[in-house]
């Protein structure tokens, strides 16, 4: 999954390393090109050197192919801007800014951000959650974040469709709490069925998330 990331400083650099270990394809716009060179050689990725915010820097970085657009620039007007070109003139479906101001939050979310993150400690969670999860939408945090409930929709072409529960080896700290199927209600047990088309709530703890992910093979 290709994202695409503006702003190479501590936080660009962060986020894309962390997206990196997990399997996506970040790729970063930066307006220093020093910075650019030292980000290139390090990670091992595609490194743009401009503005994040321009038509035509966008258009260079193939943004349309994209699945995840995400701007930590210490401007909001900026990652404002960037955002709403990136779903407007090039239809990337999933849009992050850094929130340098606390009172611009509202101002964000009412002009078409996604998700709009007000400081820099949480960004990388909040990509983690939200971001890369086209299936998964999280539902509540519990204990300052160590935890979430999370709903996942699986997929028509669920590969463990079928499996019950104990067949299904999940992370050590994961419980589905239940299913949804055709508007039923099921309390699972371990010799409980998942099939396509259900939708589960998890209880599963931030370490652990990611493996969710791959155990459930929802990344295929």
């Given amino acids: 999954m290709k994202v695409l990331v503006i702003g190479g400083g501590k936080v660009g650099y962060y986020l894309s390393k962390t997206l990196l270990e997990h399997g996506y394809t970040p790729v970063i716009i930066e307006q220093d090109r020093k910075l ?3 980000i290139a050689d390090d990670l091992g990725i595609t490194v743009i050197c401009g503005d994040g ?3 035509d820097c966008l258009e260079s970085a193939d943004a349309a192919s994209a699945q995840s657009f995400v701007t930590v620039t210490g401007s909001d007007e900026t990652n404002l801007v960037a955002c709403q070109m990136a779903k407007k003139m090039f239809g990337i479906p999933k849009t992050v800014a850094r929130v340098n101001n606390p009172k611009n939050l509202g101002v ?3 002009l078409g951000v996604d998700i709009p993150v007000c400081g820099t400690d949480s960004i990388a969670r909040q990509l983690e959650r939200e971001v890369d999860f086209a299936a998964i939408r999280q539902v509540m945090a519990l204990n300052q974040g160590q935890a979430v409930i999370s709903e996942i929709q699986l997929p028509d072409n669920f590969a463990f ?4 529960l104990s067949q299904i080896k999940l992370p050590d700290e994961c419980v589905i709490i239940s299913i ?3 508007g039923n209600l099921i309390i699972p047990r371990g010799k409980t069925c ?3 088309g259900d939708k589960i709530l998890v209880l599963v703890s931030n370490e652990d998330a990611h493996q969710l992910r791959k155990c459930l093979q929802l990344d295929r």
């Avoid at 469709?161 to 019950?164: F, T, V």
């Fill in 194 to 196: 998942l099939l396509s």
């Fill in 53 to 55: 915010s321009s038509p």
């Fill in 36 to 38: 650019c060179e030292h």
């Fill in 108 to 110: 964000m979310k009412a």
């Fill in 180 to 182: 949804t199927r055709r």
């Fill in 161 to 164: 469709s079928g499996a019950s």
